[in-house]
């Protein structure tokens, strides 16, 4: 299948530091990409990459089978038809909603121009806005008037530059499933960057997770969660502990807890060094994997609680020493120093050499 | 959960206690404050009721004569140098503030803020060198005479609008510069950014959204430097430029007729009002403006040429406006140090540093009463009363001197006529000719310079911060003490340099109501320019410099980190 945006191998260097490393990745069209790092990752820099506001100095990005950008060669942002959604809107204080969107219509005929604006508005429902100016908006429409303003001019490429981290909480969540929904309904290509993983899983089809200028792992979010590809993303994304294991056999692991049975790790290629037997290893244990069990024979204590309305978050001191979390639902609601009953239940094992900590 | 609602209801009900014990106790000594915004702007309002009272004066011989000889010609004089001067300081201003705000070319950091050095050198000093310089007579037209022959048709006369304008656009740019600057600092790369993901060109973006965008900050620095044009006193008096400052003082000092100059006067403050009320217009605007920094802008690299054609156009500006001048003073100074830096000029320089000094002591002072009285009671009377007072910077001096004079005179007037009924005592003028009538009139003019760094230095001092200390067992008075000066010490000391600098370098008010033989350094400036004396009025024009260059230094530091 066709790729609308390739990124082959880019480097970008700020100075003498190194902002972005060898990074590649490929995004199809229609599809909503996200780039999820700690802040100072370089994934705002790879959007600007992409955006031609940064040159690269080395590989090479293309859009559409073109190349806009390489090693000396930076087609000017005006010329790419890749729209922006800056960090912070970046409205035009001095101009209503409906001329900040109308904006980029300069092309147009004045007809097809006001058609465009009060189709798009209605999209994002700010029609009965359209005569107020960004500051007499609350901060969610302001966020929307400047998604109307870079889907106006249909853009190959939407770009989104952590577009939420000015919203409070709860706006965030309901905000982010919005605009997926206004994206794809104006079959838009788009990358988002954010440090934010459950905006990142509730707006993107696909995922790269960013971690000193290298994309880490690109994947879906199911797979981000229950199949990291390496220790980095595997503590990023979701919550979880490293026990200490011991492989028996390519589909078995012995940890404290017990045996895990489950599919190879999928990390794990045939004749890899990590699945012979009696091999040291760290197993990844998410905190749904433990379960709670009164008639479980395996004691654990209750060493910290953290009461999160349906369920409870247990951190737990095992028998041997180690800890490991447990989600609970919270009508079993323990004492801190009581001991309860537990169980693994998982399905699928991710396990990471103690060598290559 | 029962027992945390309770004791937030108990802390809210202890927050509120605590609150009224404060204005029961700590703040009860000062209810009286509460009429201090009221008065002071009743001070001001009495100048500017004077003269425009006197429109409904009769008019005399003398407003009939200038009505018929040099009415029009003020208007249009002061009409054409307004329009040069805005637009000649919003074109220098933006442009410099553009290419250092935005663009990468050679000596960039340091045009920033040298850009800003002409700040130090009043109008009128500029004026008087570039007279020196570029007359008949001056060094440049003499070697050029010398090269080419005796004819020099060609040469400009500097003496002309022309030359008035380009001395006060040299003089007055920086304002603009520091407001177009600062707005396109905050958001001029992010509005290129904008534009190009739109797919406009760096040109177009710049026209079409950077320069629109720093509207409300290019008009609010025009508007400065428009303000500063009409309250010019020296500049024109040395160009011989009638404007309505000079007129004001030739009725008062040469034809004697205060009513006339009061009626002038009130013509020269419509004007002013009708600058300000633009100029609150496109404030408010500038408040609903972002100003949000945007995120490490990298800026736009010029090369070649271009890079070149800039860093001349930033460095032409900076040696006309501030390195030629300073040099020539310098070497006047130089030559005629020896002969100048008498008993003479050290009296002038102390009674320059007494009046700048009582005066930047007298309007912290009100600046700050009026301040903790709007703090108090922050109602619209007394917000209203603060506006009112602070107006007064827009005020020309020679209004002002006029405006102050008449209705000292008229109570001088009244308390020796009382003291002759009552005690049959002869007291002669009580106020008039004595510092108390410059000290008001300062006090006006430079309310607005004190106060806006000692209000925007209480707004640290929020109501928490109170309540916090009183928390922690102070007392109203510890409070004051321990809490609230140290916070404010920075703002009152920046608001007393400024008001001291700019009392220094005032012209009108002093030498209009200065009391007999209280010449300072800027009179003296005014005597020996008026006679074309360029190198005699150098020594104190140095003093003033340095004495402006201090709280700019002050100031650009306090920018830069």
């Given amino acids: 299948m066709n790729m609308l945006l390739e990124l082959g191998n880019i480097r970008h260097a700020y100075g003498r530091q190194t902002v972005v490393n060898d990074l590649s990745l490929a995004l199809k069209k229609g599809a909503i990409g996200c780039l999820l790092g700690p802040s100072g990752c370089g994934k705002t820099t790879v959007l600007r990459c992409i955006a031609g506001f940064e040159p690269i100095s080395a590989g090479a990005i293309a859009l559409n089978g073109a190349v806009i950008s390489n090693a000396g060669f930076v087609l000017p942002p005006e010329r790419r038809h890749i729209g922006m959604v800056f960090q912070d809107y970046a409205l035009f204080p001095h101009l209503t909603v409906l001329a900040n969107v109308g904006f980029g219509l300069h092309r147009l005929q004045k007809t097809?121009?006001?058609?465009?604006?009060?189709?798009?508005?209605?999209?994002?429902?700010?029609?009965?806005?359209?005569?107020?100016?960004?500051?007499?908006?609350?901060?969610?429409?302001?966020?929307?008037?400047?998604?109307?303003?870079?889907?106006?001019?249909?853009?190959?490429?939407?770009?989104?530059?952590?577009?939420?981290?000015?919203?409070?909480?709860?706006?965030?969540?309901?905000?982010?499933?919005?605009?997926?929904?206004?994206?794809?309904?104006?079959?838009?290509?788009?990358?988002?960057?954010?440090?934010?993983?459950?905006?990142?899983?509730?707006?993107?089809?696909?995922?790269?997770?960013?971690?000193?200028?290298?994309?880490?792992?690109?994947?879906?979010?199911?797979?981000?969660?229950?199949?990291?590809?390496?220790?980095?993303?595997?503590?990023?994304?979701?919550?979880?502990?490293?026990?200490?294991?011991?492989?028996l056999d390519p589909h078995h692991v012995e940890i404290e807890l017990g045996v895990l049975a489950g599919e190879v790790p999928h990390q794990c290629m045939p004749d890899c060094q990590l699945c012979r037997k009696g091999n040291p290893v760290d197993v990844l244990i998410r905190p749904d994997d433990v379960v709670h069990d009164d008639a479980s024979l395996l004691q654990a204590t209750v060493m910290h609680k953290a009461f999160r309305g349906a369920d409870i978050m247990y951190t737990l001191r095992l028998p041997g020493g180690g800890t490991a979390l447990s989600l609970v639902p919270s009508h079993h609601n323990h004492a801190i120093g009581e001991k309860i009953g537990i169980r693994l239940e998982a399905d699928h094992v991710v396990a990471f050499s103690q060598s290559a900590r | 959960m029962r027992d945390e609602t309770l004791s937030s209801a108990e802390t809210d009900s202890?927050?509120?206690?605590?609150?009224?014990?404060?204005?029961?106790?700590?703040?009860?000594?000062?209810?009286?404050?509460?009429?201090?915004?009221?008065?002071?702007?009743?001070?001001?309002?009495?100048?500017?009721?004077?003269?425009?009272?006197?429109?409904?004066?009769?008019?005399?011989?003398?407003?009939?004569?200038?009505?018929?000889?040099?009415?029009?010609?003020?208007?249009?004089?002061?009409?054409?140098?307004?329009?040069?001067?805005?637009?000649?300081?919003?074109?220098?201003?933006?442009?410099?503030?553009?290419?250092?705000?935005?663009?990468?070319?050679?000596?960039?950091?340091?045009?920033?803020?040298?850009?800003?050095?002409?700040?130090?050198?009043?109008?009128?000093?500029?004026?008087?060198?570039?007279?020196?310089?570029?007359?008949?007579?001056?060094?440049?037209?003499?070697?050029?005479?010398?090269?080419?022959?005796?004819?020099?048709?060609?040469?400009?006369?500097?003496?002309?609008?022309?030359?008035?304008?380009?001395?006060?656009?040299?003089?007055?740019?920086?304002?603009?510069?520091?407001?177009?600057?600062?707005?396109?600092?905050?958001?001029?790369?992010?509005?290129?950014?904008?534009?190009?993901?739109?797919?406009?060109?760096?040109?177009?973006?710049?026209?079409?959204?950077?320069?629109?965008?720093?509207?409300?900050?290019?008009?609010?620095?025009?508007?400065?430097?428009?303000?500063?044009?009409?309250?010019?006193?020296?500049?024109?008096?040395?160009?011989?430029?009638?404007?309505f400052t000079t007129a004001i003082y030739k009725a008062w000092f040469a034809m004697f007729s205060l009513t006339a100059a009061s009626q002038l006067a009130s013509l020269l403050i419509?004007?002013?009002?009708?600058?300000?009320?633009?100029?609150?217009?496109?404030?408010?605007?500038?408040?609903?403006?972002?100003?949000?920094?945007?995120?490490k802008a990298t800026p736009i690299p010029l090369t070649g040429w271009r890079a070149w054609l800039t860093f001349g156009f930033a460095s032409g500006t900076l040696f006309f406006a501030f390195l030629l001048p300073v040099m020539q003073l310098g070497i006047w100074a130089v030559g005629v140090v020896e002969r100048d830096f008498d008993q003479r000029y050290l009296e002038f320089l102390w009674h320059s540093l007494l009046l700048s000094a009582f005066a930047a002591l007298l309007t912290c002072a009100v600046a700050l009463l009026m301040v903790y009285a709007a703090r108090r009671y922050p109602d619209s009377a007394t917000r209203g009363a603060v506006r009112i007072s602070t107006i007064g910077y827009a005020l020309p001096g020679a209004v002002l001197a006029v405006g102050i004079f008449i209705p000292i005179a008229w109570v001088d007037n009244w308390l020796s006529e009382m003291a002759m009924q009552l005690f049959h005592i002869e007291t002669g003028l009580l106020i008039q000719g004595t510092l108390v009538t410059m000290l008001i009139a300062y006090m006006t003019r430079f309310l607005a310079v004190s106060h806006s760094p000692i209000d925007s230095a209480m707004q640290r001092v929020t109501g928490s911060i109170d309540e916090a200390a009183m928390g922690l067992g102070l007392s109203g008075w510890a409070t004051l003490c321990r809490v609230h000066l140290p916070i404010l010490k920075g703002g009152i000391f920046t608001a007393a340099a400024l008001v001291f600098v700019d009392v220094m370098k005032e012209m009108p008010i002093t030498l209009m109501t200065r009391p007999f033989g209280w010449d300072t350094l800027a009179v003296r400036i005014f005597e020996m320019t008026t006679e074309g004396q360029w190198e005699q009025a150098a020594l104190p024009a140095v003093t003033l410099v340095l004495a402006g260059l201090l709280p700019l230094i002050f100031f650009m530091r306090q920018t830069e980190s």
């Fill in chain 2, 270 to 295: 419509v004007i002013v009002f009708a600058v300000i009320i633009v100029e609150q217009q496109f404030r408010s605007r500038m408040r609903y403006a972002e100003t949000r920094q945007s995120a």
């Fill in chain 2, 14 to 243: 202890g927050r509120k206690n605590g609150f009224l014990s404060t204005s029961s106790s700590a703040y009860q000594a000062l209810n009286g404050w509460r009429l201090i915004p009221f008065l002071v702007a009743a001070v001001v309002l009495v100048p500017v009721g004077t003269v425009i009272s006197s429109l409904f004066v009769p008019a005399g011989d003398v407003w009939q004569h200038l009505v018929e000889t040099t009415l029009a010609g003020l208007l249009i004089n002061t009409f054409w140098l307004a329009v040069g001067v805005a637009v000649g300081s919003a074109l220098l201003g933006v442009s410099l503030a553009w290419f250092t705000a935005v663009c990468e070319f050679p000596g960039r950091k340091f045009f920033s803020w040298a850009l800003l050095l002409p700040l130090a050198i009043p109008a009128y000093v500029t004026a008087f060198v570039a007279l020196g310089l570029f007359d008949y007579v001056g060094p440049v037209q003499t070697a050029l005479r010398a090269w080419l022959g005796p004819d020099l048709f060609w040469f400009p006369d500097i003496r002309s609008r022309l030359g008035v304008i380009i001395v006060m656009v040299l003089a007055f740019y920086p304002y603009v510069y520091l407001l177009a600057r600062n707005a396109f600092l905050t958001q001029g790369k992010r509005s290129l950014e904008v534009a190009q993901s739109l797919g406009f060109n760096r040109t177009q973006g710049f026209f079409k959204l950077a320069l629109p965008m720093a509207r409300p900050w290019i008009a609010g620095g025009t508007m400065l430097a428009l303000m500063e044009t009409l309250a010019d006193f020296g500049t024109v008096a040395i160009f011989n430029y009638d404007t």
């Fill in chain 1, 112 to 247: 097809e121009r006001a058609a465009r604006t009060a189709e798009i508005l209605e999209t994002v429902g700010l029609a009965d806005v359209a005569n107020k100016y960004p500051h007499q908006l609350s901060g969610g429409q302001q966020q929307r008037v400047a998604l109307a303003r870079a889907l106006a001019p249909k853009p190959d490429l939407l770009l989104l530059d952590e577009p939420f981290s000015n919203l409070d909480v709860t706006l965030r969540g309901r905000l982010s499933l919005e605009v997926r929904d206004i994206l794809k309904s104006q079959n838009a290509t788009a990358i988002l960057v954010t440090h934010d993983q459950d905006e990142a899983f509730a707006i993107a089809d696909e995922i790269g997770v960013m971690h000193q200028g290298e994309i880490q792992q690109w994947d879906t979010g199911y797979n981000l969660y229950h199949r990291p590809a390496n220790r980095f993303v595997a503590n990023f994304i979701g919550q979880g502990v490293f026990l200490p294991g011991t492989i």
